[in-house]
Every structure is written in C-alpha cells, then in structure tokens.
Nanobody, 120 residues
Framework: EVQLVESGGGMVQPGGSLRLSCAAS????????MSWVRQAPGKGPEWVSG????????YYTDSVKGRFTISRDNAKNTLYLQMNSLKPEDTALYYC?????????????WGQGTQVTVSS
C-alpha cells in the first residue's frame, strides 16, 4: 500500500532551520506530483507547498515564500522541505501527501506527520 513516512521534525528557536524528509513507497513516486500540508493545534489543515513530477515547478503558500524550499529526489523516492527563518507561527504537525491537491485527497495518501515546534 501507499506509505509516506515523514522525518526531521523537532524543536527549534525562531530564526532557525529544519529539513523535513518524506520517504515514499508502495507506488511509483516519480509518476506523481507531491505536496506538504501542516496543521497547527486547534486549526484546520493548511496547504504549504507543492512540486511537480520532475521537480522543475514548485509552489508555496504566501506565508512561507522565500523561507521554505520544496524539492524531491526521484532516484531515492524522497520528498524534502527545507525550512529556514522559522517563526513561531510555523509550529504545526507537517504531513507529506501524494498529489497536487492534498486538502481534497483522502488521508490514506498522507503520511503520519512530523512535529515542528518553533519556540524560544
């Protein structure tokens, strides 16, 4: 079955950086657009970023533009999210998801999530 396993989360001070990874299996990774979604406590899921099949086109929500970079390594079946200049508002559970529209995609195509906490 489709498996997406996030890693790399943790606690960091404001202004710090983290690099999230998502290991994919159970499907042909190189045939799908991929996305990142986050959910803060008490809030609904928020789409964060997307990337096309080959990695040549990337998309970001306004609040992370210039700070986050999505990328992928199709040879390693892995999706990444480099997060720089982190803010407390970035605190959330971060999920990777298969496809370009994860908020309208069944949760079976999301990972389990990795926690990111930005605090001083």
């Amino acid at each position: 079955e489709v498996q997406l396993v996030e890693s790399g989360g943790g606690m960091v001070q404001p202004g710090g950086s983290l690099r999230l990874s998502c290991a994919a299996s159970g499907f042909t990774f190189s045939s799908y657009d991929m996305s990142w979604v986050r959910q803060a406590p008490g809030k609904g899921p928020e789409w964060v970023s997307g990337i096309n099949i080959g990695g040549g086109s990337t998309y970001y929500t306004d609040s992370v533009k210039g700070r986050f970079t999505i990328s992928r390594d199709n040879a390693k079946n892995t999706l990444y999210l480099q997060m720089n200049s982190l803010k407390p508002e970035d605190t959330a559970l971060y999920y990777c998801a298969r496809g370009p529209d994860p908020l309208h995609t069944p949760r079976k195509y999301w990972g389990q999530g990795t926690q990111v906490t930005v605090s001083s």
